[in-house]
């Protein structure tokens, strides 16, 4: 959608002012300027009304959004502030030709093309050239998941179900752990697994930076890819991949398209792998405790719709003993890779997360998405950080 | 003349202001953006009391309007600066100094979050009645300055009845601590619920002694789906009558139910009309005879359907959704404005029959979803449209629905406050002699007339 068109919707917001409660900008830096009532309200000055001059002070409050999306989940209004946020990106990097333009530009290429194998190592060159924080990226797995495993994989018994694995860029390039526990469940459950050729990053990367085009573009190449595949279901184990394609990705396209049907029918047989196994094997053949511990919950994570309680499926898998977090939907800081942009935000975020996470003496910390792992990590070094598959896979094997 | 961002920043830090133009405007408007907006010529934020006193002294000495906010979720534009001048964002002055088990006290800066204390509270097995819905949000700070209340209001009372003592920055940068940390006092006039209700026209409120109570041992949630408005609220008086003191009640049209349902795993079946949502509290025994009276009610006067609900996890989804009422119908109308009549509760029946034939015969839409249980309706004027024929009805509205409440001994406002909102409704009310005397309260405690300019009546306060 086009920024203009979501002048209505922007004036639902009540300006009920209840964001407070979620927005980790605001919460970390305390001062109603960087809400999202504010940031709905700039935008609408000055890239709508244009009564506004887009000021640097403008596009601060603009690019300083994790685009964690508490407010939009939680509005009562049902204002999609992140998406206007993208939109409003988009138009300034338009505007402007300058650093916002130019970084997109960068970015997509690297994103759009997935094949490359050092897909973040030229990512974090990128950061580099602008100044944002260099050598802050996960260690590259010497072996991606894909060089480890690809094409169909097929159970030692007869194949029960048959699904397609969308392997997420970081259980590719970073977390290949995840990945390998995934497929070891799975093939133990008598499921043939397909891992797809040819598809490429969900595209979240390049929504955040305002790269709507490029999204849409990466986008459909793996609804194409995936709608082609005969499959029972299609599983996915990052969050934020499947909040790209519940959520995200089908928005960036006229509800005529043709697009459409193939979005529909691929949407319809998405669904979150930890949940699948559950159901289908629940409860865990051997129950294996592999430590207490405590989960924190990303933030594009769809509470209402594929993935909710991943405490509870652990813990009944597992017999583990579960400690929740006072906030465990609370943002970690990361925001993808915000919090190589703006360091001093992010580990402010991040260190209200760590204490509530060091209050819960837990040896393991749980969690879907590879940035937020990652992040959370570097700030509890004595503790494990893992996704849930590789936290069940000792008892589901 | 040199700029109050600048002087301020010379007198607090550099982070606790802001003056640039796309920062103010954050603090142009509380909840009713649609009554005025206008940014604040600079934003102050304090750390401390003293920090407030310095901001106070700075501006008394220059003659600057000072507007206190707490988080600015107010529904009376009470925190909108219409005169400019200088904002005090108080949400950073949010510390629990004590919570006395001992005593069942607590002392709290003015910027503490509602929620936030209630949930250290729970933790000591404590609680802190009041309600406001917007409680993920609202600040101690702004519920004393307005007075707020909530469902819980018919059972334990709004936040007056919690508040002892006060520390108030005065307007010329004094500090006085009316009240304290004891239960009761008979010690002189009783300045301490003066500043309670005053809504940032006597001073900054920087901290609050509270009353605290045990946490209810358990509660049950019900839910009567009845055949018409005036069948709920015919039931309302009678629990009322019967002796019966539910911890909430609240009234819901079935406009208001379709709206929350919308955000409810479990909705709630739409079997009438008009819906009476219920909790009741308190100790096992007790708890279930209330539950057994009510059901005995609802089904004598007649409603369509009892519901008992038994998983917490329910009950707190329809709670959750009540607070988000108001949120949740801008989901559908264009504009929503909440009225805040309040009557004696064996007049609600009668303000509900009233409140319909305003809608009817103005052919609006006015939504009845309020506090029924302490007689608070919140009459609402939901717009189809943004249009100056819709606005002059819904002014009509309005005017008519406050007579139609003080004709029934009621008040223009049972906890939002009057703000710019019903500023010009004050005197119908209390009338000249109380204006008066309320005026010459102002006049005498910011004779410069700096404090909130503008509210609860028209300019200022002191008639010059
Ligand atoms: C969706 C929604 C639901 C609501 N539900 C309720 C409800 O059920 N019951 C209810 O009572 N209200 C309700 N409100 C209104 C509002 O939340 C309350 O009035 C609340 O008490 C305001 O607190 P605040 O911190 O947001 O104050 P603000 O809006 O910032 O300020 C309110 C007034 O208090 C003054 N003030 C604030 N802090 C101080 C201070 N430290 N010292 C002196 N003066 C100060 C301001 O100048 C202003 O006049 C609701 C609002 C919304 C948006």
Redo the contacts with the bound molecule.
């Keep these: 959608m086009k920024l203009e068109d979501y002048k209505d919707i922007s004036a639902r917001c009540?300006e009920?002012?209840?964001c407070q409660a979620v927005c980790p900008v605001f919460i970390s830096k305390g001062s109603e300027n960087w809400l999202a009532r504010n940031r709905l309200n700039l935008i609408r000055e000055v890239l709508i009304e244009k009564t506004m001059e887009p000021s640097p002070r403008f596009t601060e409050i603009l690019e300083t959004c994790l685009l964690c999306t508490g407010c939009t989940q939680s509005c009562s209004s049902m204002v999609p502030v992140d998406e206007i946020i993208i939109a409003a990106r988009s138009r300034m990097a338009e505007y402007a030709g300058g650093v916002s333009s130019m970084k997109k530009k960068l970015f997509s290429g690297v994103m759009k093309n997935s094949s490359a194998i050092n897909l973040m190592v030229k990512a974090g060159a990128v950061a580099q050239k602008f100044g944002m924080a260099p050598g802050n990226l996960p260690q590259m797995s010497s072996k991606p998941f894909f060089s480890r495993r690809s094409g169909t994989l097929k159970p030692d018994g007869i194949a029960e179900a048959r699904v397609a694995y969308y392997v997420g860029c970081g259980t590719n390039f970073f977390y290949p752990e995840t990945g390998e526990a995934a497929t070891d469940i799975l093939l133990k459950m008598n499921t043939e697994v397909i891992i797809p050729e040819g598809l490429t990053c969900c595209g979240i990367p390049l929504l955040s930076e305002g790269d709507i085009e490029g999204a849409a573009e990466v986008f459909k190449k793996n609804i194409e890819i995936l709608a082609s595949i005969e499959c029972d279901k299609i599983l996915m184990e990052c969050t934020s991949c499947i909040m790209m394609f519940m959520k995200k990705g089908p928005k960036l396209f006229a509800a005529d398209d043709p697009v459409m049907e193939k979005v529909k029918a691929v949407n319809a047989k998405i669904e979150n792998a930890l949940t699948y196994i559950y159901q289908k094997k629940n409860p865990g053949i051997n129950k294996k405790a592999p430590g207490n511990f405590t989960c924190h919950v990303p933030c594009h994570l769809n509470k209402s719709e594929k993935g909710a309680g991943t405490a509870e499926i652990l813990r009944t898998l597992t017999g583990a003993e579960y400690r929740e977090l006072d906030e465990p939907e609370s943002c970690c800081g990361a925001g993808g890779a915000y919090y190589m942009k703006d360091k001093e935000l992010s580990e402010t975020i991040r260190e209200i997360k760590l204490k509530d996470i060091r209050k819960r003496e837990v040896s393991i910390v749980v969690t879907e998405c590879p940035m937020c792992r990652y992040y959370i990590s570097k700030g509890v070094p004595e503790m494990e950080v893992m996704h849930p598959l590789e936290f069940i896979k000792g008892s589901m094997l | 003349m040199s700029s109050p961002g600048k002087d301020l920043r010379r007198l607090l830090s550099d982070r606790q202001v802001l003056d640039e133009k796309e920062d103010l405007m954050a603090y142009a408007n509380?909840?009713t953006f649609y009554l005025a907006r206008r940014s604040p010529d600079a934003v102050a934020i304090p750390l401390s009391t003293e920090d407030v006193s310095k901001i106070i002294r700075y501006a008394f000495e220059n003659k600057i309007p000072v507007?206190?906010?707490?988080?600015?979720?107010?529904?009376?534009g009470?925190?909108t600066p219409i005169h400019g001048g200088i904002v005090?964002d108080?949400k950073q002055m949010n510390s629990i100094v004590e919570i006395n088990r001992k005593n069942m006290t607590a002392e709290v800066e003015?910027?503490v979050v509602l929620d936030r204390f209630n949930r250290e509270l729970r933790k000591q097995k404590l609680f802190y009645p009041p309600?406001?819905?917007?409680m993920k949000?609202?600040?101690i700070?702004?519920?004393?300055?307005?007075?707020?209340?909530?469902?819980r209001g018919v059972k334990y009372g709004?936040?007056e009845r919690y508040v002892t003592g006060l520390e108030?920055v005065l307007p010329d940068g004094s500090v006085i601590t009316p009240g304290g940390k004891v239960v009761k006092q008979s010690c002189g006039y009783d300045l301490t619920h003066l500043?309670t209700g005053?809504?940032?026209?006597l001073?900054?409120?920087?901290k609050a002694n509270l009353r605290l109570l045990p946490l209810p041992e358990t509660s049950t949630t019900i839910i009567a789906s009845c055949v018409s408005a005036d069948q709920a609220a015919e039931i309302v008086s009678e629990i009322i009558a019967e002796g019966v003191v539910p911890a909430m009640l609240e009234f819901l049209i079935k406009l208001a139910v379709m709206g929350m349902n919308n955000h409810i795993k479990n909705p709630i079946p739409l079997s009438g009309d008009a819906y009476l949502l219920m909790e009741v509290d308190g100790g096992e025994s007790q708890v279930e005879a209330e539950v057994r009276k009510i059901k005995s009610i609802c089904n004598a006067l007649g409603a369509a359907d009892i519901i008992v609900v038994n998983d917490p996890a329910d009950s707190r989804s329809y709670w959750e959704a009540r607070?988000?009422?108001?949120?949740i119908m801008m989901s559908i109308f264009k504009r929503v404005i909440t009225e805040d009549v309040t009557v004696p509760r064996n007049s609600i029946p009668e303000l509900v029959r009233r409140v319909q034939a305003i809608g009817a015969s103005l052919q609006i839409p006015i939504g009845l979803a309020g506090?029924a249980g302490d007689g608070n309706m919140h009459p609402t004027i939901m717009h189809t449209e943004i249009s100056d024929a819709f606005a002059e009805k819904a002014e009509k509205a309005i005017e008519q629905i406050i007579k139609a409440g003080l004709e029934l001994s009621g008040t223009i406002s049972?906890?939002?406050?009057i703000?710019l909102h019903k500023n010009r409704f004050i005197e119908m009310e209390h009338g000249p002699v109380q204006i008066g005397l309320m005026k010459a309260i102002k006049g005498v405690i910011d004779p410069a007339g700096i404090m909130?300019p503008g509210?609860i009546w028209h300019e200022g306060g002191a008639d010059k």
């Design positions: 009540s009920c002012n209840f | 509380d909840a507007v206190p906010r707490g988080a600015g979720s107010g529904l009376a009470g925190c005090i108080m003015g910027g309600d406001p819905q917007s949000v609202c600040t700070g702004g519920n004393v300055a307005t007075r707020a209340g909530g469902p709004t936040t108030v500043f005053s809504e940032g026209t001073g900054v409120i920087t607070s988000k009422l108001y949120p506090h049972g906890e939002h406050g703000g909130n509210k």
